[in-house]
């Protein structure tokens, strides 16, 4: 596997992560818990060694998962985590939670989680309005300087937010959404992540499995896939949106590979410093997704796939408003 390297921190990663999010939260039933702990050692001896999990996703039965999969190779390794949320005794979210205080609580909860005594990556999972961000970086610099902190991440956020945080303490990493069906982060967000030096890490590289080309009209999700929330996964925009994935079917079949490599090797060569983290519950997917690091995709079909991409409409919001709302900020 090739490596690369995420910001002017140098923290070093594998050219691919894997998002360990679906394996308990999100996409449906959580996966049996040995099965996926079977999956993410199958990742690490494939030469996966960046491993996102957050706190939410459960919420903390994903950082128990993670903590236990990666245990015997834990310093081969990069884990990325998440604060910024409260929950309820049942477990419910109750909306953000930024405060310096808070923040610190949740690193030693993630170390205990985790079973380890250094978060390598600790992200603000989305930027909390009611808490300035340089309060948020003076906390994480706090948890740097103790060394139970690595490298401060944002998620989510907007440009102006990143430059006040990275004023404070440097930001090695933002993770959000980017994929050749969400092509937003172009305007703003790449040109200022290469100005500033700092990493970019595409959650949903894959459109959350739609530019798999396994997802079609008449699929059904399971009643705790929030796909079913997502407005351009109704039915009516999944046959809008099956276009676009033809195209990417057809170009695919002359590289003989599949929609999904495509997809992922088209964002590997935006930027050297963009690591994709793709997510999945299946073997097969995973070494699918891993190929996709050996594809090489020449100047005039990088132009080519641009073309015809942006050429196609793409139905529905990425996010129900609410949710859209929460983000950017």
Sequence with gaps: MQKRTLGKGALEVSAMGLGCMGLSYGYGTATDKQEAIKLIRAAFDRGIMFFDTAEAYGPFANEELVGEAVAPFRDQVVIATKFGFRFGDDGAQLGADSRPGHIKEVADASLKRLRTDRIDLFYQHRVDPD??????????????????????????????????????????????????????????????????GIGFVPFSPLGKGFLTGKITEETTFDAKDFRNIVPRFTEENRKANQAFVDFLKQFAERKHATPAKIALAWLLAQKSWIIPLPGTTKLQRLEENIGAVDIELSPDELNEIDQRASNIPVEGARYPAELEARTGL
């Design 131 to 196: 808490v300035p961000i340089e309060d948020v970086a003076g906390a994480v610099k706090d948890l740097i300087e103790q060394g139970k902190v690595k490298h401060f991440g944002l998620s989510e956020a907007g440009m102006q937010t990143l430059r006040r945080a990275h004023a404070v303490q440097p930001v090695t990493a933002l993770q959000s959404e980017y994929s050749l069906w969400w092509r937003k982060p172009e305007e703003e967000t790449l040109p200022t992540c290469e100005e500033l």
